[in-house]
């Protein structure tokens, strides 16, 4: 479906038509479906919100993890609703790709064979109680820090579906830091495992605003767009100058010995995080990458009977004539 609306765009390279999408763009308009937009912006658009979708879907696989084993059924409930959150995520997002002519079913298959990636953050394993904490603290902290501005990007359907996206994100990442907060507080082992928790994903929350901005092949133009609104470095350095402090509150200590405060840029310096690492884990190479796409083939083989089941339903009720009043 895709492929055959872009080449219906016989007007893609129309010189005018570019200047006049740009100038749209340059004037802070919102762009609606049914807009003329060059195929390189929908293309951009569909890779960006369908990688988001597919890690709102995979995160839950980390968490999920943890939900038999959480310690006290206030915690588990509250554990059950967050993962239920990031399944509605999923759902918002897959529906304001499904507005540029890509189908949930083509999303999902071009996760299923390699095609489209999720965030690197969910290849890595939960190991412990404190895990929860930090993915909610770090890893949803640093998802906030890059979904706050998209509320504002130009795109209508996926700058409307970050509105409720980032307020129930800011929940989780409240209920990551209050875990955290009770672990680096309670038992001397209770602190060992908040900041050995802290130590695993430290780098590669760091890795979630993507590569530098130097080494990003899509940002300039993405920008330039206002698909995305701040660049991979500003992003990591905000969410570094905010997430420090915080680290300090609680009595953990960030793994970094070059971390510290910089007067003059009124921002923390910092180590870089490993992006050969980075880079094997997108290749496929990371501790769960197989672990993670086996449980969402698992899924979508097992579902099939569903989504039939589903679409002969609806294909029949459509197929019955009007009854006359």
Not at 176 to 182: A, L, V
Not at 188 to 209: C, E, H, V
Request: a negative charge.
């Amino acid at each position: 479906m895709y492929a055959q609306m872009i080449k219906s765009e016989a007007t893609q390279d129309d010189p005018e038509k570019l200047a006049a999408f740009q100038a749209r763009i340059d004037a802070g308009d919102t762009i609606e479906p049914k807009d003329w937009m060059p195929e390189g912006y929908r293309k951009t658009l569909i890779r960006q919100i369908g990688q988001h979708a597919h890690s709102e879907i995979v995160g839950q696989l980390p968490e999920g993890n943890w939900i038999t084993r959480a310690p006290t059924l206030e915690r588990k409930t509250i554990l059950l609703a967050k993962v239920q959150d990031e399944a509605g995520h999923g759902l918002y997002l897959y529906c304001a790709a499904e507005t540029l002519g890509v189908s949930r079913d083509e999303l999902t298959e071009m996760l299923l064979d390699g095609r489209m990636k999720y965030s690197s953050i969910f290849n890595y394993p939960t190991l412990t109680w404190a895990d929860m904490g930090a993915v909610g603290w770090l890893v949803d902290g640093a998802a906030i820090m890059n979904q706050v501005p998209l509320q504002r990007t130009s795109y209508g359907p996926y700058a409307r579906a970050m509105v409720r996206i980032c307020k129930e994100e800011s929940f989780h990442q409240r209920q990551g830091f209050d875990i955290m907060m009770k672990m680096a507080n309670g038992t001397a082992a209770q602190r060992r495992m908040a900041q050995d928790a802290l130590n695993r994903f430290w780098y590669p929350s760091l890795m979630m605003f993507g590569p530098s901005d130097q080494d990003s092949v899509h940002s300039a133009q993405s920008m330039k767009w206002r698909i995305k609104m701040n660049s991979n470095d500003e992003l990591r350095q905000k969410f570094v100058d905010q997430t420090a402090p915080q680290a300090a509150f609680l009595g953990l200590t960030v793994p970094d010995p070059d971390l510290c405060w910089n007067e003059e840029k009124g921002g923390y310096d910092f180590s870089q995080p490993d992006w050969d690492e980075f880079f094997d884990v997108l290749r496929g190479n990371g501790p769960c990458n197989t672990e993670r796409l086996a449980e969402q083939n698992r899924a979508w083989d097992e579902g099939k009977w569903v989504r039939e089941g589903l679409m002969a339903h609806a294909a029949k009720k459509n197929a019955q004539p009007i009854a006359a009043e």
